[in-house]
């Protein structure tokens, strides 16, 4: 019988074809193709879906009439801050859409190599305050991967402005270490069949610019995570970004902050979007998550 690990690296490489390698679309000028996916046909004959330009770039609102009673949800996609949304992350947003009958937020943010992260986190920001009067029973931030990165560093970022912080805070295997210091990495990174190492270097200082990997706009593992509200991680033991998690649960635990951590064995980089058994779990525990907010 085939290993749980020969398992998820053979469905892995069939679906990609090879492991990801963030250089390669880097070199060939891949990046941001997927930026203007669209929300499926599907999920538009289901759910009220509204694309507005903010900035020139769309921002998806999705059933945002229609749960004002209800805290909205602010979705930030992975991507390593180089593609745009894909229907993984569709798939997971009309599954919270229909679990939890909140509404749903999705911003285009720019991306790398044309901008770095003070594009980025800022156009991000600007959405989040434009919610804040918008959505009176408060928003809920998530995202993924890089997304999770962002939406961390938006919370710290409301901290420091004094701007109302959100209900709470879903994190799916979230990149928040780019200083490639961490040896745990290193170890993890031969059992992730999706993520690339160096590509993800490339990536991390292209995004970075000129301000140092160690800032916590970059790099948000640093900033302080004192009067965030709960964070709720969903990682993987081999996910090459479970060594951040694991950073994550030291500062939170150090910083007396409310969390949980879901942490799946032998699960790879971003599982909870996929199509495994563990995946259906996580979308469930996601949704349950988010309506126990409502109570």
């Known amino acids: 019988m085939a290993s749980i690990r020969s398992t998820l690296s053979y469905h892995y490489r069939m679906k990609t074809n090879a492991k990801s390698d963030l250089k390669k679309q880097l070199s060939y000028g891949n990046h941001g193709k997927l930026s203007e996916m669209i929300p499926p046909r599907a999920m538009k004959k289901n759910h009220h879906i509204q694309a507005e330009s903010l900035s020139e770039r769309p921002v998806y609102y999705m059933n945002f009439q229609s749960a004002s009673d209800r805290p909205c949800v602010l979705y930030l996609h992975g991507g390593a801050f180089l593609t745009g949304l894909t229907k993984r992350h569709w798939k997971l947003l009309d599954s919270i859409l229909w679990g939890t009958g909140c509404p749903a ?36 931030l998530m995202g993924d991967s890089a997304g999770g990165n962002l939406a961390l560093v938006l919370a710290q970022q409301a901290v420091k402005l004094g701007l109302p912080l959100p209900k709470q805070i879903l994190l799916l295997s979230p990149f928040l270490d780019a200083t490639g210091s961490n040896p745990v990495k290193n170890v993890l990174a031969p059992r992730d069949p999706v993520l690339e190492p160096d590509g993800g270097r490339e990536a991390a200082l292209l995004y970075a610019g000129t301000t140092p990997l160690d800032n916590p706009v970059i790099s948000p593992i640093f900033g302080s995570m004192k009067e965030l509200p709960k964070i709720t991680v969903w990682t993987g033991s081999n996910d090459m970004l479970y060594a951040d998690a694991l950073l994550l649960k030291e500062a939170l635990h150090q910083a007396k902050t409310p969390y949980h951590i879901y942490t799946y064995p032998h699960m790879v980089h971003d599982w909870m979007l996929d199509c495994f058994p563990e995946s259906r779990t996580a979308v469930r525990q996601i949704i349950m998550t988010i309506t126990e907010s409502l109570r």
């Open 105 to 140: 937020v999705v911003p285009d943010y720019p991306l790398i190599p044309e901008h770095t992260h003070k594009k980025i986190t800022s156009y991000c920001m600007e959405v989040y305050s434009s919610l804040i009067p918008q959505c009176p029973h408060g928003i809920i």
